[in-house]
């Protein structure tokens, strides 16, 4: 990428999300390395996520004031258009006089004949605020919580039928809510203590889990890439719901443990530091590409007895046939229980996807 401001960061990854199905989550990660600003990276990160995951209500509030279809705009249009109403409507420390200039002043670099039309939708959203006319939940429930809560209506509809209305807006409220970064204590490296005082040292705060042994919160740390404790591999990124797996596997130093689908390695890796690196460990995956995460991971944190290979796990060569002393299978499903921490994931999914999945 080119040297970026906060916005401009964020209309790239917008328009890359959008355009080419990029991962949000990736681009935004690599793309923070060029912001040495904390300030800027906590406002770009703020952009790219909510942007995204309020993209529907976004939409709906500019169409309001559109004589053409969004769609028609340019990508770089829409990305500008969208992470200016964002600013407008929830990110009140940014003067809304300064959201719709820092808009018109990008869309001039990046699609100059559009900066009228910038400046103009922006303002009208700006006198507008949230004084919106939303459906009509009685008439409407579905539509009103999929427009006014950013979820896709048809997401909407299944979790109306299964638990009702007052269920499904808080399910969708929270979802919208900013999803907590958890991470676990790499034994292989260092112990809980030692860790705890080199986040202090680089000024991470860090509040330790409930359910696992090894997991923590933490906060305040702008960029993990940027993080030393992160680099040398002293721990990992991983909920604290998926680190009760490897606990609930239990596998022991010396085991032979088939993980049918590694990627992208976060419970390979736990195993085998359950494991003290001792053993085999065979991460399979349908996609190399994927592996290629498997393998970045496990060398930063040091286990050396992952061994990945690519294929189906249902059709298993026959020297696989010797006995595994553990076999996990974390089989494919549709994401939507991590709606909060992949702010694009909700569009990237359709109802047919869930109904082949089983």
């Known amino acids: 990428m080119s040297k970026h401001s906060a916005r401009s960061l964020t209309v790239e990854i917008l328009t890359r999300v959008e355009k080419e199905g990029a991962y949000a989550n990736v681009l935004l990660r690599n793309g923070l390395e060029e912001l040495t600003d904390g300030r800027d990276r906590y406002l770009a990160t703020a952009l790219v996520n909510g942007t995204l995951k309020y993209r529907l209500l976004l939409d709906y509030a500019l169409r309001k004031f559109l004589t053409k279809p969004l769609s028609s705009l340019p990508y770089e249009v829409r990305g500008i258009l969208r992470s200016g109403a964002f600013q407008l409507l ?36 700006a006198a507008q605020g949230w004084n919106i006319a939303w459906p009509d939940v009685q ?38 809510e900013p999803a907590r970064t958890w991470v676990r204590v790499n034994r292989l490296k260092t112990e809980r203590t030692p860790l705890l005082n080199q ?6 705060v860090a509040e330790g889990g409930e359910r696992t042994p090894d997991s923590f919160v933490i906060s305040g740390y702008g960029s993990l890439n940027r993080l030393d404790s992160f680099r040398q591999g002293l721990f990992s ?89 553990r076999v996990l299978v974390d089989a494919p499903c549709s994401g939507l229980g991590v709606l909060r921490r992949k702010a694009d994931l909700r569009w990237q999914r359709d109802e047919r996807e869930i109904e082949r999945l089983p």
């Open 90 to 125: 929830f990110l009140d420390k940014i003067p809304a006089a300064a959201a719709v200039s820092e808009a018109v002043e990008l869309s001039k670099q990046l699609a100059g004949r559009y900066s009228a039309l910038v400046n103009g939708i922006l303002r009208r959203v």
């Open 199 to 204: 986040w202090a040292a680089e000024g991470v």
């Open 237 to 325: 990124v991983q909920d604290e719901s998926s680190q009760l797996v490897a606990h609930i596997v239990n596998p022991q130093p010396g085991q032979r443990v088939l993980d049918a689908c590694g990627a992208p390695g976060g419970k390979s890796a736990h195993m085998a530091e359950l494991m003290r690196n001792q053993g085999w460990i065979w991460a399979y995956d349908l996609h190399s590409s994927k592996l290629t995460l498997v393998e970045e991971l496990t060398e930063r944190l040091g286990v050396t007895i992952v061994e990945t290979q690519q294929g189906d796990a249902r059709e298993l060569p026959s020297v696989w046939e010797r006995t595994m002393d």
């Open 139 to 176: 008439r409407d429930a579905a539509r009103y919580l999929s427009v006014r809560f950013s979820h896709p209506e048809w997401l909407v509809r299944r979790w109306l039928k299964r638990w009702g209305l007052e269920e499904t807006e808080a399910l969708c409220r929270l979802n919208n």
